[in-house]
DNA sequence: CGTCTATTTGAATGTACTCAAAAGCGGTGG
DNA sequence: CCACCGCTTTTGAGTACATTCAAATAGACG
């Protein structure tokens, strides 16, 4: 059975065997624990990281040390800092595991080097990018339009899954609030639904 | 001399005289008057429009009528509502001009059609969509980290020719703030700055 | 000019934050 | 397997950042 790697690839391009077993060359597999770190900010994002299994969170570090969850990858996934990524500058991003997991990479030079060996790829990754750009803008959206609470409805609708997997702290870093608050929120949900 | 939409395409990838016409005998040319409106929400996005001059938004509008600014588009950048070009889906999106503007634009039929029959192109796309989301994670960045304060002096620095072409009031929505903060907030920093 | 919209300013209000303390939960080691 | 330690969650009181509403002023456009 091929890689599920390969198979996300060809929901939108199809591939020879040989181009196949060319791509499998280059995938390095990882397994991280939860809590280890893929990514440091100011170390440079060599690798674009598939997620096989499991759950990352990708953030920045404030002032005081909070942490700004930017977005989350989960299985069928990418978890990279993709400024640093393309340019090789130093991140702007961390990169951790929020439990046990499986990724499989590729670094940069090898993904330039498909790129340019196998063009069709450009189009994998060019709908890759358009997902996520579509993702992102609906975020900024949604931060522009909702309050905290509207926020955390609609995030429970998009990751339901999530929800239970991660910890709530680590939910209001993404809703953009403080933990606290998230619970008072949450407090307030069931009075309204119980009576 | 030839069109800034292809120059923008030339410094991402080469492109023959003849594939220069082709690109250009797709293109559409189109003035806007200020406050008239690219695309309304719930419309077909059939359109990537690049400006040659001039400056769009690209908004959604709230319940209570407020809007809220995605993206600003400037020269040698896009206005389209990427979701809705690419599925066919209604807009998530208006987009109404800023200022009186020239555009070129592109239909998502020609535009499938250029990447099949140009393979390259989809490099080229791909670099700008690239970019968007680098920009997009940036503003994500920003409105979980800084407050109202901060993302103004961010937002100046960023667009230093935007903040005199364009309104309070829409600077405001683009930060996620009221025009009536915004405002508090200019006159504190001249207090600050005065002395 | 006159009208319409944008900006400024102030007072009252609200949403979300800070700080602190208590309770809950999960993992680890004895 | 239980006890303990550290981290997360809950709860409450006080606070801060930003909003709402209102009214006055200034600017822009036909």
């Known amino acids: 059975m091929t890689h599920s790697f390969i198979q996300n690839i060809q929901k939108h391009v199809s591939l020879s065997i040989e181009e196949i077993s060319y791509i499998e ?10 809590k280890e770190f893929l990514l440091q900010g100011k170390e440079i ?4 990281s598939y997620i096989d299994k499991g759950c990352l969170k990708i953030f920045t570090i404030g002032e005081n040390g909070e942490e700004h969850i930017i977005f989350f990858a989960i299985e069928d996934w990418w978890a990279l800092d993709l400024k640093s990524f393309i340019t090789k500058e130093p991140a702007r991003f961390f990169i951790e595991a929020m439990e046990d997991s499986e990724i499989s990479q590729i670094s940069n030079d090898n993904f330039q ?4 060996k196998i063009p069709k790829l450009e189009k994998w990754f060019r709908i890759l990018l358009q997902n996520a750009l579509i993702a992102s803008e609906n975020r900024i959206d949604h931060k522009l339009s909702l309050n905290a609470e509207q926020r955390y ?4 609708k998009k990751y339901p899954s999530l929800e ?10 993404y809703l953009g609030i403080t933990p606290e608050f998230l619970s008072k929120l949450r407090a307030q949900k069931w009075k309204s639904k119980k009576p």
Request: with cysteine; aromatic share 10%.
């Open 25 to 34: 060359s280059f995938l390095k597999l990882k397994k991280l624990k939860k």
């Open 113 to 116: 080097l498909l790129l340019d």
């Open 153 to 156: 409805f609609e995030f429970s």
């Open 45 to 48: 994002c060599t690798n674009l």
């Open 164 to 173: 239970t997997r991660i910890s709530q702290r680590q939910i209001a870093s």
